[in-house]
């Protein structure tokens, strides 16, 4: 409020956050990575405590203290992050993917250093898919929901599903136009759109837009990562509003 106060919108509450970017091992010494700082998924677990939430933050690779009151899983690989995210989701009223996860990891993990033999020798690395925790949450929802024979308008847990897309452009389409197409194709009941085609992972400051499920405009936001995080949680609020938890 005016006052500086912060409306307890997220009272009781279960929040359930992915943060920070997943690692695959090649072998014992090296990893695909990615440049999440995970400030962003902190950043949110900080704002929906202060809100009132039970949050439990599942941080892949994070180098940054636990928000006071969050209760910490750790997590290396898209795998890890995976089976972490199936555990926890079922208890949580609001789950947000914030983590970027591999789309891709080793095939295999050598069990000892690669080393270098020839002059001009270079491994050829092969990749495999890791699975979609986001897209697999959705259906793993869905068909909860049709197991329960439930009457329209009965909860199903995670009752919000949220969802980050960081987009550049390319290939003759604008970053929001791919964003929208990611919303439809997703089905998360929300998708937090990040235009990083300046490079802003890491950054102080962002912008987002926030699409439901039809790629449809939400609401917008823009500034510190603290006020992007207020802007994606009320609407998480308003979503679960209406119900006693
Ligand atoms: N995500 C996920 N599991 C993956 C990859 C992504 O849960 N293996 C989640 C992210 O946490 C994010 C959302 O899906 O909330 C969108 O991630 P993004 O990388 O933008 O989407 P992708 O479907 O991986 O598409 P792209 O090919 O553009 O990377
Ligand atoms: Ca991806």
């Known amino acids: 409020d005016e006052h500086g106060a912060v409306v307890q919108d997220l009272g009781g509450a279960r929040v359930l956050i992915s943060a920070g970017g997943t690692r695959e091992e090649i072998d014992p010494v090296r990893f695909l990575a990615n440049h999440s700082s995970g400030k962003q998924g902190f950043a949110l677990a900080h704002a929906a405590l202060a809100r009132g939430a039970e949050v439990t933050l599942i941080a892949a690779n994070v180098d940054l203290e636990t928000p006071p009151g969050a ?13 972490a995210v199936a555990a926890e989701r079922e208890d949580a009223d609001a789950l947000v993917m914030a983590a970027a996860v591999a789309d891709f990891t080793p095939a295999e993990r050598a069990e000892e250093k690669i080393k270098k033999t020839g002059e001009d020798d270079v491994p050829v690395l092969a990749l495999r898919r890791t699975e979609d925790v986001l897209a697999a949450s959705v259906t793993d929802r869905r068909q909860r929901r049709g197991e329960a024979g439930a009457p329209a308008g009965t909860r199903v847990n995670p009752h919000v599903i949220v969802g980050f897309a960081a987009e550049t452009g390319g290939e003759g389409r604008t970053s929001l136009e791919l964003a929208r197409e990611k919303a439809r194709r997703k089905q998360a009941d929300l998708l937090v759109f990040n235009d990083v085609s300046r490079g802003v992972f890491g950054a102080e400051d962002t912008a987002i837009e926030i699409l439901d499920a039809e790629g449809a405009d939400v609401d917008r936001a823009e500034g510190s990562k603290t006020a992007v995080a207020h802007a994606v949680l009320t609407q998480v609020a308003s979503r ?6």
């Open 71 to 83: 209760r910490r899983v750790e997590v290396l690989s898209a795998a890890e992050l995976a089976e």
């Open 240 to 245: 679960l509003g209406n119900v006693r938890w």
